[in-house]
């Protein structure tokens, strides 16, 4: 007995095509317009910015290494310890143990300050939680995005590295750019 | 007593060593040179600069490439047949060099009072030399692929065997017109057919020969579009796939040296060879001529890469065997009756 697919099976017919001349010159045609599309790219020369020398400004949100803050009259860290931030962290990388303030070692403005505050870079997630937790604006994200490091521990940032002055590498964009 | 073949001009045999010379270096001082232009120029059509950190311009790219090259380690498969899995990549390159030979840079000049050809070699058999070398150039991918002992390298080598002779055919017949028009084989007489007053470059009358050989050109070099038997997307990398090291290299440079070479014939064949229009610059100035118009075709193979996609495997077989055998064998035709009317 033939096998019989039925009406759900469609048959496709393969045969040269008519035309055949003609889609030749065309394609020939389609080529020759390629070529041009191509060359008019060379034409417009190279859209790159060649990284190293050249650093695509950022724009002001953006959301780079870390920065503390001191109260610039009194020089006090704004930071009171309050681990809001760690507690933020969804990836658990800020490290902050609190300490008193005495009379004759006032760290901070508040009750207490940070004794350790240690933010793990290669952890980080730049999500910019621990900026919107912190009730003293003490923590920000800063420009700064060149942070990679031949060895591990060295990207475990301390307070002293995050209260310092960073060396701001990456322009910031102006206003229309 | 004729060996092989006539030849046109045969030099003592110290001569032919140093021209032998010569030319292994040109051609070997052209190879770093259009590796790196074919990723600077791929660079600029793709918005880019392409390699500019080694060395000024780029220019050290290639070297620093090929000295990473062939600083690594030899390996080969443990299924791969050794001495074939050797050989291959010698094949390829010996094939691609062989051909050079072939390609007139000028015809016999005097240097120091001594007659010199510029060219390898010219026998009477030109075309057909340079069509045995490319068949055999296939038995290096051919075996190569088969030799490693992989399947995308087997499927390469299959790919690269049926593309190859697909090819040739129409390569081979796109150019009977040409050989008819100057009624000979030799490359140089071919190049002396298109110079002088009244005679053009065989691009004009030859055109479907000249869009066919070219596009034939393409494929033999197995470059896109019809770099099928690399196909990095369905094969990884084809028939070198298995390939590391020194050759690894070795078939990465027979490729540029197949560029270079079909590009030569092409300006040989078609495009006058060492002739300018309407100029009769002294003979010095030949080889510079070639070496241009190699550049220049060159410079067309890169631009082709950068605009056309791949075709599909049926679609390359249709493209030759229904489009450009029939195209090539109507070529030979009219020219044949067109020779014999005029």
């Given at each position: 007995m033939v096998y019989d697919p039925g009406s759900d099976v469609i048959e496709v017919v393969r045969a040269p095509e008519p035309g055949a001349a003609r889609s030749t010159y065309r394609a020939f045609g389609e080529t020759l317009r390629g070529l041009k599309t191509t060359l008019a790219r060379w034409a417009e020369g190279p859209h790159t910015y060649?990284?190293?020398?050249?650093?695509?400004?950022?724009?002001?949100?953006?959301?780079?290494?870390?920065?503390?803050?001191?109260?610039?009259?009194?020089?006090?860290?704004?930071?009171?310890?309050?681990?809001?931030?760690?507690?933020?962290?969804?990836?658990?990388c800020i490290r902050v143990v609190a300490a008193e303030n005495t009379p004759d070692n006032r760290v901070s403005a508040g009750e207490r300050y940070a004794a350790v505050y240690e933010i793990n870079m290669s952890r980080?997630?730049?999500?910019?939680y621990c900026e919107v937790a912190c009730p003293f604006d003490a923590i920000t994200m800063g420009h700064d995005y060149e942070l990679s490091d031949y060895n591990r521990s060295n990207l475990i940032f301390t307070k002293e590295m995050l209260l310092a002055e960073p060396l701001e590498r990456a322009p910031l964009r102006k206003a229309g750019e | 007593m004729t060996l092989f073949a006539e030849v046109g001009y045969a030099e003592p045999w110290w001569i032919q060593l140093l021209k032998a010379l010569v030319i292994f270096a040109v051609i070997f001082q052209l190879v770093p040179i259009v590796l790196l232009a074919e990723r600077k120029v791929l660079g600029r059509f793709q918005h880019r600069y392409g390699p500019n950190r080694v060395?000024?311009?780029?220019a050290l790219q290639p070297m620093a490439d090929i000295g990473k090259l062939l600083f690594k380690q030899q390996f080969r498969p443990k299924n791969s047949i050794g001495w074939l899995f050797a050989l291959a990549p010698a094949i390829s390159m010996l094939t691609a060099v062989a051909v050079m030979a072939l390609i007139p840079f000028s015809d016999t000049v005097d240097i120091f009072g001594t007659k010199v050809g510029l060219y390898g070699i010219d026998p009477s058999i030109g075309i057909l030399y340079a069509f045995a070398f490319g068949g055999i150039a296939f038995y290096g991918l051919m075996l190569g692929g088969w030799a490693s002992g992989g399947?995308?390298?087997?499927?390469?080598a299959m790919r690269s065997a049926a593309q190859l002779i697909s090819y040739e055919v129409a390569q081979g017949l796109a150019l009977v017109g040409v050989?008819?028009?100057?009624?000979?084989?030799?490359?140089t007489r071919i190049v002396e057919a298109q110079s002088g007053s009244g005679n053009v470059w065989y691009f004009i009358p030859q055109f479907v020969g000249f869009v066919i050989f070219l596009v034939a050109g393409f494929a033999e070099t197995n470059r896109p579009?019809?770099?099928?038997?690399?196909?990095d997307a369905e094969l990884v990398q084809g028939y070198v796939t298995e390939y590391g090291g020194g050759r690894f290299a070795a078939f990465y440079a027979a490729e540029y040296v197949n560029i270079i070479v079909v590009s030569a014939l092409t300006a040989t064949l078609f495009l006058g060879g060492w002739n300018v229009p309407f100029l009769d610059p002294p003979s010095w100035v030949d080889p510079i001529v070639v070496l241009v118009k190699t550049l220049v075709l060159v410079f067309l193979f890169i631009w082709v890469r950068a605009t056309l996609p791949r075709l599909r495997y049926d679609q390359l077989m249709s493209l030759g065997w229904k489009v450009f055998l029939p195209l090539a064998t109507l070529n030979a035709l009219v020219t044949a009756i067109l020779v014999v009317v005029l």
């Open positions: 060649e990284y190293p020398e050249h650093k695509t400004p950022v724009y002001p949100r953006f959301r780079g290494r870390h920065k503390l803050h001191r109260f610039e009259d009194s020089g006090l860290e704004k930071c009171v310890g309050c681990s809001l931030c760690a507690a933020a962290c969804p990836a658990d980080c997630i730049f999500c910019g | 060395g000024p311009y780029g399947k995308y390298a087997f499927l390469g050989v008819m028009m100057t009624g000979s084989l030799s490359l579009p019809f770099d099928l038997p690399e196909a």
